[in-house]
Each structure stands twice: as structure tokens, then as C-alpha cells.
């Protein structure tokens, strides 16, 4: 079955820490372009960090740039999400998604479609005090 999953999200205070993961079952995510996205109350989904399947750089919103860092795991099939000195407006939920149709890569990391990426169920990341 293919599918991606995310886990890890919770309850933080301001300037803690969290980790999430992303278990990809069913083919390769190494093959394609993968991000990390989040959706809060009241918004639109927007891309957090996004790294193109032929290098290794990665790309982020400037809103999360030096707290935030993307990492992927062939070995594993996984990428990984950490995020450092969270704070409030941070709070979201949090998806993973593999880009699988129209694989040009755009390092602004704008929101696939559900047609051209595989999506997780997203997991829930608060940020409160």
C-alpha cells in the first residue's frame, strides 16, 4: 500500500523542541521532490520546507529559517521534520507530502496538489505556555 504517514507532533511550551517523522511505505520517496507543509486555524496550507529529489539542498519559508531543519533517511524511507524555539504562531498542523506528477521543483515550496503528491493525515503540533 502506498501511503505516507507523519507522527510526532504534541503539546510544546514557547522555545521547546519537537521532532517529526515521516514513514513513507510502498515505493521510494528518495525518487521524488518531498516537503513539509502545515495548516492553521482559519488559513491556508503553506509549504514549510521542500527538498528536490536531485540535491541535497534544502529549501524553507523565511518564517521557520534557522530553527527549522529538514532531513531525509533513504535507509529508512523516511524524512524528518525538527523545529527548535518554537513558538506560538507555529502551531498548526503539521503534513508531509512526496511529490509524485509535474515533478519540476520549486524551491518556494508552494502547496502540491493532491493529484501530483502523496499526503499524510498530518499530525498536530501546539505551541502554548
Known amino acids: 500500500q502506498v501511503q505516507v504517514a507523519e507522527s510526532g507532533g504534541g503539546l510544546v511550551q514557547p522555545g521547546g523542541s519537537l521532532r517529526l517523522s515521516c514513514a513513507a511505505s510502498?515505493?521510494?520517496?528518495?525518487?521524488?521532490?518531498t516537503g513539509w507543509f502545515r495548516q492553521a486555524p482559519g488559513k491556508e496550507r503553506e509549504g514549510v520546507s521542500c527538498l528536490s529529489r536531485r540535491d541535497t539542498r534544502t529549501n524553507y519559508a523565511d518564517s521557520v529559517k534557522g530553527r527549522f531543519t529538514m532531513s531525509r533517511d533513504g535507509a529508512k524511507n523516511s524524512m524528518y521534520l525538527q523545529m527548535n524555539n518554537l513558538k506560538p504562531e507555529d502551531t498548526a498542523v503539521y503534513y508531509c507530502?512526496?511529490?509524485?506528477?509535474?515533478?519540476?521543483?520549486?524551491?518556494?515550496?508552494?502547496?502540491?496538489?493532491?493529484?501530483?503528491?502523496?499526503w499524510g493525515q498530518g499530525t498536530q503540533v501546539t505551541v502554548s505556555s
Open positions: 510502498g515505493f521510494n520517496l528518495t525518487y521524488y521532490n
Open positions: 507530502a512526496v511529490q509524485t506528477r509535474n515533478g519540476g521543483f520549486d524551491p518556494s515550496c508552494p502547496v502540491w496538489s493532491y493529484n501530483d503528491a502523496y
